[in-house]
């Protein structure tokens, strides 16, 4: 069985993995790691502001892992927090998105449907608000009946071609941009 390219960059000491609920930012050609993606996503929503010197990832699951099950609106407010923090990151680390960087929005689909619209257009109205547009989406099935389904997924930015764009891949290895 080959390994996911994640698990590749993961394994050549490369990558650095986010995970659920964080988000992070690596600067490519910097370090050691010229990689960053997050794997598992089992429901989870991913944003990724991208460009050829670093990215920010953020992990953002449906709800937070210690909130109250009988509140309806602690994903959605876990969501306004997680985008809060991509956009501090990404205002921190401006210098690394020149003007053609690329956003990333990846959702999960349930039963033919997007799994959480309200967090769509939460992370959408954001990522506008920060001036990152276009936003380009990616979805995946969910089928949470089913645990070795496809739709627990990876994504990943590889930035190992200095000086050019990232590639991104989102889902089972298949290449958004080149």
Same mark, same amino acid.
């Given at each position: 069985?080959?390994?996911?390219?994640?698990?590749?960059?993961?394994?050549?000491? =490369?990558?650095?993995? $986010?995970? &659920? *609920?964080? %988000? #992070?930012? !690596?600067?490519?050609?910097?370090?050691?790691?010229?990689?960053? @993606?997050?794997?598992?996503?089992?429901?989870?929503?991913?944003?990724?502001?991208?460009?050829?010197?670093?990215?920010?990832?953020?992990?953002?699951?449906?709800?937070?892992?210690?909130?109250?099950?009988?509140?309806?609106?602690?994903?959605? =407010?876990?969501?306004? $927090?997680? &985008? *809060?923090? %991509? #956009?501090? !990151?990404?205002?921190?680390?401006?210098?690394?998105?020149?003007? @053609?960087?690329?956003?990333?929005?990846?959702?999960?689909?349930?039963?033919?449907?997007?799994?959480?619209?309200?967090?769509?257009?939460?992370?959408?109205?954001?990522?506008?608000?920060?001036?990152?547009?276009?936003?380009?989406?990616?979805?995946?099935?969910?089928?949470?009946?089913?645990?070795?389904?496809?739709?627990?997924?990876?994504?990943?930015?590889?930035?190992?071609?200095? @000086?050019?764009?990232?590639?991104?891949?989102?889902?089972?290895?298949?290449?958004?941009?080149?």
């Amino acid at each position: 069985m080959s390994l996911g390219l994640l698990e590749q960059a993961l394994n050549d000491g =490369r990558a650095l993995v $986010v995970p &659920m *609920g964080h %988000v #992070q930012f !690596l600067a490519f050609h910097q370090q050691s790691k010229n990689a960053i @993606g997050a794997n598992q996503l089992t429901g989870c929503s991913v944003v990724m502001i991208t460009s050829q010197f670093g990215a920010i990832l953020a992990h953002i699951p449906p709800r937070p892992v210690h909130s109250d099950y009988n509140d309806p609106h602690a994903g959605d =407010r876990n969501v306004e $927090v997680m &985008m *809060g923090w %991509v #956009q501090a !990151l990404y205002n921190q680390r401006r210098n690394y998105f020149p003007t @053609g960087s690329d956003t990333w929005a990846v959702f999960a689909v349930f039963e033919g449907t997007i799994g959480l619209p309200d967090q769509k257009r939460i992370v959408e109205a954001r990522l506008t608000s920060m001036g990152l547009q276009p936003i380009q989406l990616d979805y995946y099935v969910v089928n949470p009946n089913t645990p070795a389904h496809l739709g627990r997924g990876t994504v990943f930015v590889d930035g190992g071609n200095h @000086g050019e764009k990232p590639a991104v891949y989102s889902f089972i290895a298949i290449r958004l941009y080149h």
